[in-house]
């Protein structure tokens, strides 16, 4: 049984420029949630996508976007990147959106921008 | 949803039981307590998650005090493998989000 799986695991991008990164979900679930993780801090919630729609999102701008697609799997792009986009993308999947169930994440795309 | 405070940093010798502490004063009746960690290199892992009762699966046990103001996550014989940040997180049951609100968490540290 696959987990969450994320691609790629590490990407450097210069200032200015767009990113892509996908995101699998671990097999049975069909909600999808991006955090950034900041060096030294704990993951923040960007958004969730559920039944391809975004469904909640956390305090980042609109460069920030996301899509998910029939067979769950999710893409985050940001755009216009800026050097304190730099971090950890984590994706994180469930059954539903989470309630009292527990997240399965993956293990991150690193981005580092110049 | 309720903040949690926990110790930056804990160390633990290999075998002997890991006892994490987490202070949530605020928390509300609705609010479960849930403990994830986070290994180097990885994506956090649930642990165990609990509402007042005290709760115990293969990973870990869970004490929280009578008055829901603080909780322990217990690693009963920890070992080098539980090296990892351990996060507290206190948020609504039945939250129709996946919105979880991470701490700095604490460090533990496992020695041989």
């Known amino acids: 049984d696959a987990g969450v799986t994320q691609s790629p695991t590490h990407l450097i991008k210069t200032r200015g420029q767009q990113v892509t990164l996908r995101c699998s979900p671990k097999?049975?679930?069909?909600?999808v949630s991006w955090y950034q993780q900041a060096l030294g801090q704990g993951p923040q919630f960007i958004f969730q996508?559920?039944?391809?729609?975004?469904?909640q999102r956390g305090n980042f701008p609109d460069r920030f976007s996301g899509h998910q697609f029939p067979n769950y799997s999710s893409e985050l792009n940001v755009n216009a990147l800026l050097l304190g986009d730099s971090a950890l993308y984590l994706c994180?999947?469930?059954?539903?959106?989470?309630?009292?169930?527990?997240?399965?994440f993956g293990s991150g795309t690193q981005l580092s921008v110049l | 949803d309720a903040k949690t405070t926990q110790p930056p940093s804990m160390d633990c010798a290999e075998g002997r039981a890991a006892n994490l502490p987490c202070n949530h004063s605020?928390?509300?009746?609705?609010?479960?307590v849930y403990w994830y960690r986070q290994i180097h290199s990885q994506g956090p892992q649930y642990i165990i998650h609990?509402?007042?009762n005290n709760e115990t699966n293969e990973m870990a046990s869970l004490i929280i005090t009578e008055d829901r103001k603080s909780s322990t996550l217990i690693l009963p014989h920890a070992t080098l493998r539980d090296t990892a940040v351990y996060y507290c997180?206190?948020?609504?049951?039945?939250?129709?989000?996946?919105?979880?609100?991470f701490g700095a968490g604490t460090r533990l540290t496992v020695k041989p």
């Open positions: 994180a999947s469930s059954w539903r959106p989470a309630g009292r169930e527990k997240l399965f």
């Open positions: 097999s049975g679930h069909d909600t």
């Open positions: 996508y559920y039944e391809e729609e975004e469904r």
């Open positions: 605020t928390i509300s009746g609705n609010e479960y």
């Open positions: 609990g509402l007042k």
């Open positions: 997180i206190v948020r609504v049951a039945g939250d129709n989000n996946n919105d979880m609100r």
